[in-house]
């Protein structure tokens, strides 16, 4: 990287973030000739102006399962983009989303009631990660037998484990082909019968849907769950303060999005020359857009470095910006804001056990950690 003091460390980059955003806001990397964009106003132009920033251009090519990520809707620009968003927004809307609410309930409470009297729990093994890869599973028809390849298939997506995400494709282009001949109640196969501009959508578009579902429905919302637990941590007297004023949920579930952002990174390539930050981009250049960074940018958010769970305005940049703004943000929300309040009524003095050694996800786009040892009552 440019400047190699501080280092960058999965586990607080912040401080790298404040010494680039300060001295390189857009920086071409000599090693991988990537440029990086650490800023607030310069992430949100590269993640909104799709016409300078496309999400298409880097994608692989062909029908290489292994790609199946990278032929989803976030490596698709409009009209196209807006054409596969829209089948996959009927199972988002708000009003079907809120549907899903009393389901949640019923499993946080499931999973509370296995640990709250024992004291102490992971809270990624035993809440945040079974949650939403339950809800998930069910809003795709996945059979509960198979949820718990679940979370080593997202995992291999976010790190690049290739053997990981050919199981997966291999795992899903079974189930497509099962409800091609069966279909169901589920979203896969409304999505199979779906068409677009009169055409139905092809295998590897099925796959890139099923694929970025369970790693955006699975990766997302585990990490928002647990770094907000990281956010109390941080910032003394916080927990309790929410647990006094309920109030305050919706914005302490926004500002853990702000300060420990569940998705660090995008990637984009420039569609053609574009001047960003005094620098000229060439077409075709890759860059990379650190919405961690921006999320703790001063010049957009006063006091950055401080969790302030009243913090309003808030708008920061977690869930992307434009066209490929997450469409799983509402149902993100919800999965945090009936775990999160389930939490503060059940485990009271909640705590990080003494003595943890966090240890991160080994990627530079998702930040969570793969356990998180806490102690209560």
Known sequence: MTVTEPRY??????????????????????????????????????????????????????????SALSSSIISTDPPRHRSLRALVEQAFTPRQVRALEPRIAELVDELLSKVERAGRMDFVLDLAYPLPVIVIAEILGIPASDRDAFKRWSDAVVTGNMSGSREMAAYFGRLIEERRHDPGEDLISGLIAAQVE???????????????????????????????????????????????DRGLLPTTIEESLRFRSPVQSMFRVAAQD?????????????????????????????????????RTPNRHLAFGHGVHFCLGAPLARLEASVALSAVLDRLPNLRVEPGTVLDPIPSQIVSGVKRLPVTFG
């Open 274 to 310: 574009v001047e960003l930050g005094g620098q000229v981009i060439r077409e075709g250049s890759p860059v990379i857009a650190w919405i961690g960074s921006a999320n703790r940018d001063e010049a957009q958010f006063g006091d950055a470095a401080t969790f302030d769970p009243a």
């Open 198 to 244: 009169g055409e139905h959508l092809s295998t590897q578009e099925l796959l890139g849907f099923c694929v970025l579902l369970l790693v955006a429905g699975n990766e997302t919302t585990t990490n928002l769950l647990a770094n907000t637990v990281l956010c109390w941590e941080d910032a003394p007297g916080a927990y309790g303060r929410v647990r006094a």
């Open 9 to 66: 460390s999965l586990l607080d980059p912040f401080p790298w973030y404040a010494a680039m955003r300060e001295r390189s806001p857009v920086v071409r990397d000599p090693q991988s000739g990537m440029w990086m964009v650490f800023g607030y106003a310069d992430v949100q132009r590269t993640l909104s102006e799709w016409k300078n920033f496309s999400s298409e251009r880097g994608r692989p090519r062909g029908e290489n399962p292994e």
